[in-house]
């Protein structure tokens, strides 16, 4: 047109001075930058709403998590009306000592009662110094302790032995 040598860009439908074009390419320049602005900019939208859904994601499972602790140490935590001081049962002066617990954790099921006293006795002797609140947790949990239970005392007095 008019002796110059023109293309059609098939993006804006004109023709365009054969400069504008890029080698063989059928999109001119201007067009090519605009398409190229398009997608970066998707890309960068499509990377923000990730990161937002992802850190929405991340609080609500924090949101649960935290939910579901304070509830399961709410179950843990007796009420003062569940606690006897002193305890209904005699109580040995002496608490025994951790090996001879461990042994009588073996023992038959007639003397479990006589070793979940043994045990709660032990157990508030050696924390006086250290939280006399998990003494009275751990009183209530062995004086409510059923028989079948024993092995999980067990672990439990094994556990907390080595922070008494």
């Not at 990377?47 to 859904?53: F, H, L, S, T, V």
Request: with cysteine.
């Amino acid at each position: 047109m008019a002796g110059k040598v023109q293309r059609f860009c098939q993006q804006c439908g004109q023709f365009h001075p054969i400069e504008l074009f890029e080698g063989l390419m059928r999109s001119c320049r201007t067009q090519l930058a605009r398409h190229a602005e398009r997608r970066r900019n998707r890309r960068a939208q499509a990377k923000a709403k990730a990161a937002a859904e992802a850190k929405r994601r991340e609080e609500q499972w924090v949101a649960a998590h935290k939910h579901q602790a304070e509830q399961r140490a709410a179950a843990f935590q007796p009420t003062i009306s569940h606690w006897q001081w002193p305890p209904p049962w005699p109580v040995q002066q002496q608490p025994a000592t951790l090996p001879a617990l461990w042994g009588m954790l073996a023992a038959p099921a007639p003397t479990q009662h006589h070793l979940l006293a043994d045990l709660a006795a032990y157990l508030i002797a050696a924390t006086q110094h250290h939280d006399a609140v998990l003494a009275a947790v751990l009183t209530h949990m062995a004086t409510q302790t059923p028989e079948h239970n024993v092995a999980q005392l067990h672990a439990l007095l094994q556990a907390v032995a080595p922070h008494l």
